[in-house]
C-alpha cells in the first residue's frame, strides 16, 4: 500500500496505491467509495477487495473524493460532477502509473453511479463493476433521510440537527440536487466493454439487463451499510469480494 | 496548510497524514498525534480528526494522524505483539516522524479505545504534554448499570426493540454464548489489569478501576494537560463522575485537566453540532497548553 496525494495542487486528493503482485500488465482498477457513513463503514471493504485484486495481478487505486476522507475541499463544496471529475483524475493518475490506457472503475453504493459517470467521461472502461449500487438518487436520500431520523430518535433525541446533515456528514444542498436527480438505469450506452452488477439482494440486480456486456450477480449475505448495528464494526463480506475478483481476472483473460 | 502522506515505521507499513501550517509550525507548540477510535480508519468517527487537525493547522500546530498496524490504510504487523502494547509503540514511532521535523512536545487525541492508548502513551513517553481523552474507558462498577440503562428502561421504544427483538440486549447476549473451543473469557493481562470479559469482538484487555484511577492521577500530577470530553448522556460520563473526578480534583483547581460533557449526542459525536463543540473544546484546550509550555 501506499498512501499519496495526487491531481490539481491546489485542492490535492488522497489515494491508496495497491501495486500488482509480480509484473502483470493488467489493467489498472480505480475504486469509488460510497459517501458518508457508508464510507467509514466500507473502508475495511474496499481495501480488502484492493489487496485481493492487487494480490491478482490487478494495480488498484482506491481514493476519497474532494471533501471526504483525507481529501483536500469542504464538504459543503460537494457535488456529484466535482466527484465525477475526481475519479477523472484518479484514473489519469492510475494510467500513468501502469502506462496502460485501459482501466476498470468498481463503485460501492453511491460510488456505483460516480464511478459510472466517471467511465463515461474517461472513454469507456474497460471493466465496471456496480457494487450495490444507487439506480435511483431520490430513493437514496429517502433511505438516508430516514436512516438519520431513526438515528436521532433512538440515539440522541432531541438532538438539534441542521437540515443539511445525515448520519454526521453534510449533505448540501447542490449535492443533494444532483443525487435527486440521478437514475443510473438511464444512462445510455452502458460505459464499459464488460460491465458486472453485483448486489447481496435482489434490489438493483435487473440494472441494464439485456444490455450487451452487462451481467448481473447476487451474493448474500446482505452487510449492513446504514443501521446502527453496524457501528464500529468492519465490514468484510468476504464471498462478494471473492466474486468481484474473480469476475474480473475472468472478464480480461 | 498543506497535507502530506507517508508510509513510517520499522518496516514502513504504518500510513500517516501530516497536516503542517500555511507558515512554518511554531516548534514551541506541541505537535498533535490522533489515535485511531475503534476500527474506524484514521480520518475518525464522523471525519472528524481531519477537521480537527486542519483546525489546528490553521492554529499553527503541527498534527498527523495515523492508523494502528492492521487498521485503516497500514499493513498487519508480523509478530506476535498485543494490541495494548504495539499501540503504544506505533503512536511514539508517529511521535517520532514529527520529532525528526523538529516537534519537542506532544498533544494526544483520542477517542474511545483512541483514548485508552493515549492514556497508555502519556503514561510512557515524558514528550506527551497533554492528551485529550474523549469517551475514554468505560469500567463497569456499582451504580453503572443502574446509569447505564435507565433511560432505556423508561424509554418505550426499547421496550418495542426488545419485543420485535431488535435491542442489542438480544446481540450482547447471543454474544455471550461462546462457541464450542473458544474461552469464556479472555486470558489475564499484564501485571495490574482484570481480564476482559468475553465478547465477540477485538479482545481489549482494560486496566482495572485502581489501576486507571492511578494512572490518570500520575498524569495529573505530573502536569500532563488532560481535557475529558464525553456524551453527556451516556455510560462513559458515569465513570467520570464516579471515578475518574476525584482523581483529578486538583489538577481541576490548578486548571491543568478539565472536563466537558457534551449533551445531546451518541460515543462518536454523530450529531454535528455536537462534532463543532467537539473540535472547539479541544482547539480551546489546545491553545492553552500550548500558552503555558516554556518555549523552547
Same mark, same amino acid.
Given at each position: ?16 496505491? !495497491?501495486?500488482? =503482485? ?6 489498472? &482498477? ?16 474496499? =481495501?480488502?477487495? #484492493? ?70 467521461? &474517461? ?10 449500487? &444507487?439506480?435511483?438518487? #431520490?430513493? !437514496? ?6 436512516? !438519520? ?5 433512538? !440515539? ?19 449535492? &443533494? ?5 440521478? =437514475? ?48 464500529? =464494526? ?20 | *496548510? ?5 508510509? +513510517?515505521? /520499522? ?8 497536516? /503542517? ?12 498525534? +490522533? ?19 486542519? %483546525? ?5 500546530? $503541527?498534527? *498527523? @494522524? +495515523?492508523?494502528?498496524?492492521? $487498521? ?28 525528526? @521535523? ?30 485529550? $481523552?474523549? %469517551? ?45 473451543? %473458544? ?17 465477540? /469482538? ?25 481535557? +475529558?470530553?464525553?456524551?453527556? /448522556? ?11 473526578? @476525584? ?6 483547581? @490548578?486548571?491543568?485537566?478539565?472536563? %466537558? ?36
Amino acid at each position: 500500500m501506499k498512501p499519496f496525494f495526487f491531481g490539481d495542487s491546489r485542492r490535492p486528493l488522497f489515494g491508496v496505491l !495497491h501495486p500488482p =503482485r509480480g509484473s502483470s500488465r493488467r489493467p489498472g &482498477v480505480v475504486i469509488c467509495p460510497p459517501f458518508g457513513q457508508e464510507s467509514l463503514r466500507a473502508h475495511r471493504s474496499l =481495501r480488502e477487495l #484492493a489487496t485481493r485484486l492487487a494480490d491478482a495481478g490487478f494495480p488498484a487505486l482506491r481514493f476519497d473524493y474532494g471533501g471526504s476522507g483525507d481529501s483536500a475541499g469542504e464538504p459543503e463544496e460537494a457535488r456529484l460532477e466535482g466527484w465525477v471529475g475526481d475519479v477523472s483524475a484518479a484514473v489519469e493518475e492510475m494510467r500513468e502509473s501502469t502506462g496502460e490506457s485501459r482501466v476498470t472503475l468498481v463503485g460501492l453504493r453511491l460510488g456505483g453511479a460516480v464511478a459510472a459517470l466517471g467511465a463515461r467521461i &474517461v472513454g469507456g472502461a474497460e471493466m465496471l463493476v456496480l457494487w450495490e449500487p &444507487v439506480v435511483d438518487g #431520490a430513493t !437514496h436520500l429517502a433511505e438516508l433521510r430516514r436512516a !438519520h431520523a431513526e438515528w436521532v430518535r433512538d !440515539h440522541a433525541p432531541g438532538a438539534k440537527v441542521a437540515p443539511d446533515e445525515v448520519l454526521g456528514f453534510t449533505l448540501p444542498a447542490g449535492l &443533494v440536487a444532483d443525487i435527486d436527480g440521478l =437514475r443510473l438505469d438511464q444512462i445510455e450506452p452502458v460505459p464499459a466493454r464488460r460491465t458486472l452488477v453485483v448486489t447481496s439482494g435482489e434490489a438493483g440486480t435487473r440494472l441494464w439487463e439485456g444490455r450487451p456486456g452487462v451481467e448481473q450477480r447476487v451474493v448474500p449475505p446482505a452487510p449492513v451499510w446504514l443501521h446502527a448495528e453496524g457501528m464500529s =464494526r468492519a465490514l468484510v463480506p468476504g464471498a462478494l469480494i471473492e466474486a468481484v475478483v474473480a469476475w474480473v481476472e475472468g472478464a480480461s483473460a | *496548510m498543506k497535507e502530506r502522506a507517508l508510509l +513510517f515505521g /520499522e518496516e514502513k507499513s504504518l500510513t500517516g497524514v501530516i497536516t /503542517e501550517p500555511a507558515s512554518p509550525p511554531d516548534l514551541a507548540r506541541p505537535a498533535v498525534v +490522533f489515535l485511531d477510535a475503534g476500527v474506524l480508519h484514521h480520518v475518525g468517527p464522523n471525519r472528524v480528526h481531519v477537521r480537527l487537525a486542519r %483546525e489546528l493547522a490553521r492554529e499553527g500546530f $503541527l498534527c *498527523m @494522524r +495515523f492508523d494502528f498496524s492492521g $487498521l485503516g490504510d497500514s499493513r498487519p504487523r508480523c509478530d506476535a505483539v498485543p494490541f495494548a502494547e504495539s499501540a503504544v509503540a506505533e503512536t511514539r514511532q508517529a511521535m517520532d516522524v514529527l520529532a525528526a @521535523r523538529g516537534a519537542r512536545s506532544f498533544l494526544l487525541f483520542g477517542i474511545c479505545s483512541g483514548a485508552d492508548a493515549a492514556l497508555r502513551v502519556a503514561r510512557q513517553d515524558p514528550r506527551v504534554a497533554g492528551a485529550a $481523552l474523549v %469517551e475514554p474507558y468505560l469500567v463497569a462498577g456499582p451504580g453503572y448499570l443502574l446509569y447505564a440503562y435507565r433511560r432505556q428502561v423508561l424509554n418505550p421504544l426499547s421496550w418495542l426493540r426488545l419485543v420485535g427483538g431488535r435491542s442489542e440486549l438480544w446481540a450482547a447476549l447471543a454474544a455471550r454464548r461462546a462457541p464450542p473451543g %473458544e474461552p469464556a473469557t479472555q486470558p489475564d493481562g499484564p501485571e495490574g489489569t482484570a481480564p476482559a470479559p468475553a465478547t465477540d /469482538e477485538v479482545p481489549l484487555i482494560l486496566p482495572s478501576r485502581p489501576e486507571i484511577a492511578r494512572q490518570v492521577r500520575s498524569l495529573a500530577d505530573r502536569g500532563v494537560g488532560l481535557c +475529558f470530553v464525553y456524551a453527556r /448522556e451516556g455510560p462513559a460520563y458515569h465513570n467520570w463522575l464516579v471515578l475518574l473526578r @476525584r482523581e483529578v480534583r486538583g489538577a481541576l483547581a @490548578r486548571g491543568t485537566a478539565r472536563v %466537558e460533557a457534551i449533551a445531546r449526542t451518541d460515543h462518536v459525536f454523530t450529531p454535528r453540532a455536537a462534532q463543532d463543540r467537539l473540535v472547539a473544546v479541544v482547539r480551546d484546550w489546545a491553545r492553552d497548553v500550548a500558552g503555558r509550555r516554556p518555549a523552547g
